[in-house]
């Protein structure tokens, strides 16, 4: 359960009597989630949740956040919507921290995942690019490059803890994708835009068999379009016993590039990409494995699941491991 902040109930009455969304009924911490507490809190007027942000979140980035879920609702996209105070202000203070009421977004997410839900997830992941696009704001991706080499860092000491030789591998892994990664040390970048960077299967929520919404936007960033579907093909194509399952990679790609075409450039850098998803969320998790306060209510993930992962992408041989033939996809600079 990520619960990190407990709210009294006076604090609640007191923060709730500056909204006109009813009198609350419940508020109970929800257990998912590893980065923030949320609430589910019901009132006389329905279901909500009341996120108080923590740790990975710069309070300097709420507006940014919350603003996209604005713009991205404007376009179509279905997602959590802030909800303004009486005197229209969504983000305000609780319990000492950063906190907001969103909108409750009816569905679930998949506990086991299908390939048609891989298949709606390219759909979906291609929209939200398309329908970012045109969002003023940017957001350089804190966890990218820079933010790999303080996490290789913090996480020296401990890494070798939870598995003899991992510290080398992580630092050896950061020198390589240093010399490989696009847009940096003078090598061609990759189309950027809008990317949600944690659109893991916790976060894409499915009813009646069709995807209903999207949440989760405290990852949202601007970034390589194309890592996007990275981060997505290591969070949805791999099966519970460590395989790469390719029918899930194809639909899912396919599917993103009949919405938004790929250039030939973003398909071949796939492989690049997925190494350099898999080092970040490894090293994220293994430093909330060394550092989760003793107390929290919070299940840590497993760092190790995403050094397999990233030992997949390592020694792939070409984009037909990725279930890919040529002509699969439709490509954007195609003749
Ligand atoms: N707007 C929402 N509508 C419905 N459920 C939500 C909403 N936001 C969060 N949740 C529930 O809370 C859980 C944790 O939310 P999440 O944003 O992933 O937390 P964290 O930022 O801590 O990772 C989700 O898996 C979901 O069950
Ligand atoms: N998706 C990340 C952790 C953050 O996930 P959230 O959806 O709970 O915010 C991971 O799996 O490491």
Not at 182 to 201: N, V
Request: hydrophobic content about 45%; glycine content about 8%; charged content about 20%.
């Amino acid at each position: 359960m990520a619960v990190y902040t407990e709210v009294t109930d006076e604090e609640l009455r007191a923060f709730i009597a500056d909204y006109a969304i009813g009198d609350v009924i419940s508020c109970k911490g929800i257990a998912e989630g590893v980065e923030n507490s949320n609430y589910l809190m019901v009132t006389t007027e329905g279901p909500y949740i009341l996120t108080l942000y923590e740790k990975r979140v710069n309070p300097a980035d709420l507006p940014f956040f919350l603003g996209l879920m604005r713009h991205l609702a404007a376009r179509g996209i279905v997602c959590p919507q802030p909800v303004p105070g009486r005197d229209g202000v969504a983000l305000r203070v609780l319990a000492g921290r950063p906190a907001v009421i969103v909108t409750f977004l009816t569905g679930m997410w998949p506990r086991r995942i299908l390939p048609e839900h891989c298949a709606a997830l390219g759909t979906a992941l291609a929209q939200l690019h398309l329908a970012g696009a045109d969002y003023a704001v940017a957001r350089p991706n804190s966890l990218s490059l820079d933010g790999w080499r303080g996490l290789v860092a913090a996480t020296r000491e401990g890494a070798d803890g939870v598995k003899p030789g991992l510290a080398a591998v992580l630092a050896d892994e950061l020198a390589a994708l240093s010399a490989l990664w696009p847009g940096h040390g003078g090598r061609p970048g990759l189309p950027q835009g809008i990317i949600h960077a944690d659109l893991f299967p916790d976060n894409v929520f499915f009813r009646d068999g069709a995807l209903s919404g999207l949440i989760d936007f405290y990852f949202a960033c601007t970034d390589m379009l194309a890592y996007d579907l990275a981060i997505c093909l290591n969070a949805w194509c791999f099966e519970a016993d460590g395989a790469f399952n390719v029918t899930k990679s194809r639909l899912l790609l396919a599917n993103y590039a009949r919405v938004r075409p790929l250039s030939a450039a973003e398909v071949a850098a796939l492989p690049l990409l997925a190494r350099g998803s898999a080092l970040r969320f490894l090293l994220t998790r293994l430093y909330d494995w060394l550092n989760t306060p003793a107390g929290a209510l919070v299940k840590r993930k497993d760092p190790l699941e995403y050094l397999h992962k990233l030992r997949f992408h390592q020694q792939a041989r070409g984009l037909a491991d990725y279930g890919l033939a040529p002509g699969d996809l439709a490509l954007a600079d195609a003749p």
